[in-house]
């Protein structure tokens, strides 16, 4: 009796298992695919957003650009404004390479023409991001609930198929107004998985001044929180000196600085002929092989 009635229990905690199983959320399916895919930076990291000030030549905005508080200012209302796309309603909107939000390249080089200026982001070692590169793999359960709940419709044209991969692809079908409540279930799960970044093939100039195995890839940011607590500092920097009279804190100084030297180590390497003429470079702009691979050790994908 005793054995018949554990094996009863047992055989009723399983069943309460799989129901719960079984009521699962499209959501809550979704948030656990994307818990298992995300991935932390490790380290410190520096990515870099080019743009142009948004009515650089009126009165106000000139203003604003003389004090640190006001150049501040410009940079959240940048990022603010690029981010917050990423989560309004869907539209009709065709996107960019990974859809709505703010882009960073993993090189101060590779995005000079998008702007005057340039915002240097050091990420958080433990900040969350997804590979779309490699694409975010759903299982079958989620996809089925997906279906079953009416978050899309089997119909091809909406490009987003039965077996599902997270990728580039899907960021920008999602402004598609017909894949509104996709979009917004999307939304809810990387919300509450803390996911505010993700990785897409693109391009970089990091192969001549961390080898040919170095990434070629880019970030968009979609987080919307104003502090920005995925990165332990954000400062603009006038690498291309557009406002040479600026008092520019510590900060911006050394930001500007350091992004212009990798700038120009990437430009003398890219008609480098060797490879040990490329380190004779590094080695001559960062004077040391210390400080040279410390700077290298802060970039996304540098394999030195």
């Known amino acids: 009796m005793i054995k018949i009635g554990r094996f009863l229990a047992f055989a009723a905690v399983s069943l309460t298992f799989a129901s719960h199983a079984l009521a699962l959320s499209a ?30 030549e009126d009165s106000s905005t000139q203003a604003l650009m003389t004090s640190p508080e006001g150049r501040r ?35 101060p080089s ?22 779309l590169a490699r694409g975010v793999y759903l299982q079958s359960d989620t996809v089925k609930a997906i ?18 991969r997270i990728s580039e692809m899907t960021l920008n079908t999602i402004l598609r107004p017909e894949n509104a409540r996709f979009r917004s279930l999307l939304q809810r799960a990387l919300k509450a998985e803390n996911i ?39 400062e603009m920097a006038d690498v291309k000196q557009a406002y ?24 003398v390497n890219q008609d480098a002929g060797s490879h040990l003429e490329k380190v004779q470079n590094a080695l001559s702009i960062y004077k040391s092989e210390q400080s040279l691979h410390k700077t290298l050790g802060t970039l996304h994908g540098c394999s030195p």
């Open 244 to 267: 040479p009279s600026l008092n520019l804190t510590r900060s911006e100084q050394i930001a500007s600085i350091e992004a212009q030297k990798l700038i120009t180590l990437i430009r």
């Open 27 to 56: 959501e809550a399916l979704l948030a656990r695919d994307l818990r298992a895919a995300k991935i932390q930076f490790g380290q410190e990291q520096r990515l870099y957003h080019y743009f142009d000030i948004y009515r650089e």
């Open 110 to 131: 590779v995005s000079e023409s998008y702007g005057k200026m340039l915002i240097e982001f050091k990420v958080k070692p433990s900040t969350f991001y997804i590979n």
């Open 73 to 107: 200012k410009i940079m959240l209302d940048r990022i603010s404004y690029a981010t917050s796309k990423f989560w309004a309603p869907a539209s009709a909107a065709k996107g960019l390479f990974a859809g709505e939000g703010l882009y960073l390249a993993i090189d």
């Open 196 to 234: 505010m970044m993700a990785e897409y093939l693109w391009r970089s100039d990091l192969d001549v001044i961390c080898g040919e195995e170095s990434l070629q890839t880019a970030f968009v940011y979609i987080g919307t929180d104003p502090t920005l607590p995925e990165f332990s500092s954000v």
């Open 147 to 164: 279906y079953a709940e009416h978050h899309l419709t089997a119909d091809p044209g909406f490009e987003i198929p039965d077996s599902m």
